[in-house]
């Protein structure tokens, strides 16, 4: 089983899901009219419009953004074999597992396994959903222990897990962090900065969910589908986003923004395009 190195101040999880994806839902909704879209309005240079068609979501730019997160959750850039970690870090969220680091105590660990026992009914994770349910929103193991660990990794041996783990990722996080990278203009980097920090905060309402830092960043500096400069709004996003990791003992080392996001943005790289050097924690990464 895997267990990153120094990993409560490397694994980082978002905060508490319970106010559920209504929440989040109505935190990626807001955004205005694209200047663009008003009458008379110039339109915005060509490069926008094209870094926002293609984008995070073409597959090899996925697998970066899932290789990026990666390097930052589990000090490897292989994401594929993290399907079976778990451990509690001891940041108030009960246990952190898999490939986004679901948590039983934020309601998206339960989620899973709600999906997963749909799809496979008797699997060796459903006899726990009562007690899932129970611990949702608190650091509890009751009803968990001492065999839910050892049952999650026979389970992420499992295709049927691994596809879930996959699709939950895709509905929670990253589908509507994209989606809210392109109604604000932004290429991949963008679209990645935002995937980045709705994994590690959430999308609730709460002062340092995603929603809140991306307000933050808005009345900093209006994004390109408001006719405002990319550098300059991702870099008030940033901004906001160090803050608001900050707020928060386990998230103090801001490296993965410092070291990652804020040196592809310095080096012009809107795209989000090979080879990239970065470092977390200290530990250096490549992609080429």
């Not at 709600?114 to 949702?136: F, I, K, M, Q, S």
């Not at 389970?155 to 809210?180: H, K, L």
Request: glycine share 10%.
């Amino acid at each position: 089983m895997h267990h990153p190195h120094n990993s409560t101040s490397r694994r980082t999880t978002r905060f508490t899901r319970t106010v559920g994806l209504a929440a989040l839902a109505l935190g990626l909704t807001f955004t205005a009219i694209p200047a663009f879209a008003q009458a008379g309005a110039p339109t915005p240079p060509a490069a926008h419009l094209e870094a926002a068609a293609t984008g995070l979501d073409d597959p090899a730019k996925k697998d970066i953004a899932m290789q990026l997160v990666s390097s930052a959750e589990n000090s490897s850039l292989d994401w594929k074999s993290q399907y079976d970690y778990i451990e509690d870090i001891g940041d108030g969220r009960g246990y952190t597992a898999g490939i986004i680091g679901f948590c039983s105590g934020t309601g998206d660990m339960l989620d899973l396994v709600e999906l997963y026992t749909e799809r496979v009914p008797g699997n060796a994770l459903a006899a726990y959903l009562p007690a899932l349910r129970e611990v949702d929103g608190t650091d509890s193991h009751e009803g968990l222990d001492p065999g839910f660990t050892g049952h999650w990794a026979e389970a992420a041996s499992d295709p049927a897990f691994q596809q879930a783990q996959n699709d939950e990722r895709d509905r929670v996080y990253f589908d509507p962090a994209v989606r809210q990278g392109k109604d604000d203009g932004l290429g991949t980097l963008g679209q990645f900065a935002y995937y980045d920090a709705i994994v590690m905060h959430g999308g609730g309402t709460d002062s340092t969910s995603f929603g809140a830092i991306r307000q933050m960043a808005l009345e900093q500096a209006a994004p390109p589908s408001r006719g405002g400069d990319e550098v300059a709004y991702l870099d008030a996003f940033l901004d906001a986003r160090v803050w608001a990791m900050k707020q928060e003992e386990a998230h103090s080392d801001t490296s993965r923004v410092d070291t990652a996001q804020r040196v592809f943005l310095r080096n012009g790289n809107l795209n989000l395009d090979p080879p990239l050097d970065w470092q977390v924690y200290g530990d250096s990464f490549h992609i080429g």
